[in-house]
């Protein structure tokens, strides 16, 4: 029975524009191949920006780097077979740090699945475990509900990346396109209201509490409650912590900020966490890199902890008080509960001490350029308001530790997996969801070699991408491991051969500049920070500089190395 002619009838690389526009999708990241040339056909002046990235994984770090900034999800789309798998690192990472994504996937056609057919791969069977959910569409008439339930899932509860196999003749079939009916996932509910009895708990044990702290996540970011934070802090007077990944969910140059825990968290920060007696965790994983050792790891403490993944709550530290549900409801709530400070200002004075008497340090020299002054120089010229986003490694630390984030949504890293090459094609994603704001991608001579190729898109695209290489000729975090822990034994972490990165910026059209002192680094960031377009700048910093301070492997929190008065 034919369709009534009111009824939208679309082929299915049709369909999937069509749910682009009404979702609101602005741009998409993407690299075209044989199993998608339908849908390719489809967004031939369909109105929304593709961004054509030189590699598959730069198209899926850019689409990360988009929706971290944004908060909206990241679209991408790929080919079957390697150019399906090319994306698994992205959707790792991506599911590593709650970034929403909505990839696509070619696949051979139907009939010829699980045939090794050319370009075919199970891509459901490799993506299963680094992606929220997954689906393979095998009928033309499903395929905008699985779209719009994609969305729903990737940008609800916890964020996450969704994939969508889309096989070839699955594109070409024609079928009815509604995009009208809700979505209904009985299995799928996530709790976003926490429960308020449990909050009672929790503001109960803040008021019988002498030695409570804050560690506030990517969470906090994700519900957009970096001013509930704020406000739950200055009221009850209690010091806050951030992750990694939570740097900007409180300012930088707070008073009660006590910086970054963990690994190369700060004296003031890691030393708060091991003498607590109440440890407020508001949408952090309590990673191995947070928590050290963790059979030192808060002992004294009662432990809440909100988050919106149950999954997570009581997974790696017992839990006193959980919470499960969003950290801004959450937070609204607890202003009520808690209008006024407890009797604990003698343990904040003593954390402020802390944080005055062993901040966090490097010893300038004439003769050298510091990698942790290049980033105090570029926090100096932006007054702070840049987006900062790093690849992975000590520029990474030296980056969280010496650009205080005033503002949410301003640092991007790969904290979970750690992927070296995200920088440069996440400072690409951020700066489209961004255009106004001046995005700085600060990278490490090892990982911008990953996705060198990605610098075309600078002046393709006209980005204003400016690219900052804190070159120390080495995989500089592998080298310190290395010279700590494995006896200066420097195997296969140095690297003397590097290209001319003048030469590379000038062969992608983009303005390059090599500096090794401070008065020429400075000379060219004032430049380059003000400049209308990309550019690309050569630090030649301290080749022998570690990151400190630092929780050795195995070590708690209170055990830190190469801290300073």
């Known amino acids: 029975m034919k ?179 809700p979505v209904c996932l009985p299995g799928y509910q996530p709790t976003v209201e926490p429960n308020r009895l449990q909050l009672r708990k929790l503001a109960a044990a803040i008021r019988a509490a002498k030695r409570p702290v804050i560690l506030a996540g990517a969470g906090v970011l994700h519900a957009r409650a970096h001013d509930l934070l704020r406000r739950f802090a200055e009221q009850t007077q209690i010091p806050v912590v951030n992750t990694l990944l939570g740097l900007g969910s409180f300012p930088g140059t707070h008073p009660l900020f006590l910086g970054m825990g963990g690994m190369h968290g700060t004296f003031a920060a890691n030393h708060a966490m091991y003498e607590a007696d109440l440890l407020m965790n508001f949408g952090a994983r309590f990673d191995d890199r947070l928590t050290g050792n963790l059979s030192h790891f808060a002992q004294r403490a009662k432990v809440a902890h909100v988050d919106i993944d149950p999954a997570e709550i009581g997974k790696n530290v017992p839990t006193d008080i959980p919470v499960v549900g969003d950290a801004g409801r959450a937070l609204e709530v607890l202003l009520q509960e808690c209008p006024q400070p407890g009797s604990y200002q003698d343990w904040v004075n003593r954390l402020l001490e802390l944080k005055q008497s062993y901040p966090l340090w490097y010893e300038r020299e004439e003769d050298q350029l510091k990698p942790q002054w290049v980033v105090e120089e570029i926090h100096r010229l932006t007054n702070g308001d840049a987006i900062v986003v790093t690849d992975v490694g000590q520029h990474q630390m030296w980056a969280a530790q010496f650009y205080p984030f005033a503002k949410p949504h301003r640092f991007v890293t790969s904290g979970g997996l750690g992927t070296m090459g995200f920088g440069l094609p996440a400072a690409i994603g951020a700066q489209l969801g961004a255009p106004d704001t001046v995005v700085a991608a600060v990278l490490g001579d090892g990982g911008f070699q990953m996705t060198v190729q990605e610098l075309a898109l600078l002046a393709e695209y006209k980005l204003p991408v400016k690219v900052i290489i804190l070159n120390n000729l080495a995989l500089g975090m592998v080298r310190q491991w290395q010279e700590l822990f494995y006896q200066g034994r420097y195997s296969h972490s140095l690297l003397p051969f590097q290209p001319d990165y003048l030469k590379l910026a000038e062969a992608y059209a983009i303005p390059g500049y090599r500096v090794a002192d401070e008065a020429s680094c400075t000379a060219v960031l004032e430049q380059v920070l003000t400049a209308p377009g990309p550019a690309l700048i050569e630090c030649r910093v301290a080749p022998d500089e570690n990151v400190y301070p630092m929780v050795a492997p195995g070590k708690g929190l209170h055990e830190m190395i190469g801290v300073k008065p």
């Open 3 to 181: 369709a009534p002619k009111s009824v939208l009838e679309l082929t299915g690389a049709e369909m999937l524009v069509e749910a682009l526009r009404q979702e609101g999708v602005e741009v998409l990241f993407g690299y075209p191949g044989g199993a998608v040339l339908t849908v390719y056909d489809a967004l031939y002046e369909c109105g929304i920006q593709h961004i054509l990235t030189r590699h598959e994984q730069g198209a899926i770090h850019a689409a990360e780097g988009y929706a971290r900034v944004t908060g909206r999800p990241g679209v991408v789309i790929a080919t079957s077979g390697p150019g399906a798998t090319n994306l698994v690192t992205g959707l790792a990472d991506a599911m590593m740090d709650s970034l929403p994504l909505v990839v696509f996937t070619g696949q051979v056609a139907t009939n010829v699945i699980g045939t090794d057919a050319f370009q075919e791969a199970s891509v459901l069977g490799i993506t299963m475990p680094v992606t929220k959910h997954s689906y393979q569409v095998r009928d033309v008439a499903e395929l905008p509900q699985v779209i719009k339930e994609a969305f729903h899932i990737a940008t609800t509860g916890r964020p996450g990346p969704v994939l969508i196999d889309l096989p070839k003749d699955i594109s070409n079939a024609k079928g009815v396109f509604r995009y009208d009916d």
